[in-house]
Antibody
Framework: QVQLVQSGAEVRKPGDSVKVSCKAS????????ILWVRQAPGQGLEWMGWINPNNGDGNFAQKFQGRIMMTRDTSISTAYMELRRLRSDDTAVYYC??????????????WGQGTLVTVSS | NFMLTQPHSVSESPGKTVTISCTGS????????VQWYQQRPGRAPTTVIY?????PSGVPDRFSGSIDRSSNSASLTISGLKTEDEADYYCQSYDSSSVEFGGGTKLTVL
């Protein structure tokens, strides 16, 4: 079955970087965009960006300008999201999801299990 | 930048019907598909409605979605409420190449 498995929880200090991985299985990795979303404790879902695994193209929300990098390794069907210059308000669960919208709209399905990133001094 | 607004919380009794709204701030919400996700505590979201009114396999037909152009809103309706429906629900749409989520609605079934 289609599955996205994310890397484990991380603890970082303010100013550090974190890189979260998302390994896909059960489908052809390069055929679907990967989307990234985060959820701060007790808060709603916040879209971060997306990447096309086929060519590496993508887009990200303006608020992460200069701090986010999304990459992929097609040889191991894995997408990565790196967030730099971490602040305490970056503490959140980070999710990846497959874009099931066929390339012409965004539909997150399925989701990874989530990766908790804690930023604390 | 468009925004999607949902009520913060709704509550209803088992067996009843509840509707959760998702109102677009600008443009026409009918211009792009709306999806709805259910999120139980400590779990990743799952889709209950996609393309405004389509149910993924495995989602019971108690869940339905609709678009109201006159109010520029989308709605998720859950009939025959069960205690297991208690969760947070998020609407989601998009604008050019960016994505927007509603703020989420906490459904309490009491």
């Amino acid at each position: 079955q289609v599955q996205l498995v994310q890397s484990g929880a991380e603890v970082r200090k303010p100013g550090d970087s974190v890189k979260v991985s998302c390994k896909a299985s059960g489908y052809t990795f390069s055929d679907y965009n990967i989307l990234w979303v985060r959820q701060a404790p007790g808060q709603g879902l916040e879209w971060m960006g997306w990447i096309n695994p086929n060519n590496g193209d993508g887009n990200f929300a303006q608020k992460f300008q200069g701090r986010i990098m999304m990459t992929r390794d097609t040889s191991i069907s894995t997408a990565y999201m790196e967030l730099r210059r971490l602040r305490s308000d970056d503490t959140a669960v980070y999710y990846c999801a497959r874009d099931d919208g066929g390339g012409w709209y965004f539909w997150f399905d399925p989701w990874g299990q989530g990766t908790l990133v804690t930023v604390s001094s | 930048n468009f925004m999607l607004t949902q009520p913060h919380s709704v509550s209803e009794s088992p067996g009843k019907t509840v509707t959760i709204s998702c109102t677009g701030s600008s443009g026409s919400i009918a211009s792009n598909f709306v999806q709805w996700y259910q999120q139980r505590p400590g779990r990743a979201p799952t889709t209950v409605i996609y393309e405004n009114n389509q149910r993924p396999s495995g989602v019971p037909d108690r869940f339905s979605g609709s678009i109201d152009r006159s109010s520029n809103s989308a709605s998720l309706t859950i009939s025959g409420l069960k205690t297991e429906d208690e969760a947070d629900y998020y609407c989601q749409s998009y604008d050019s190449s960016s994505v927007e989520f509603g703020g989420g609605t906490k459904l309490t079934v009491l």
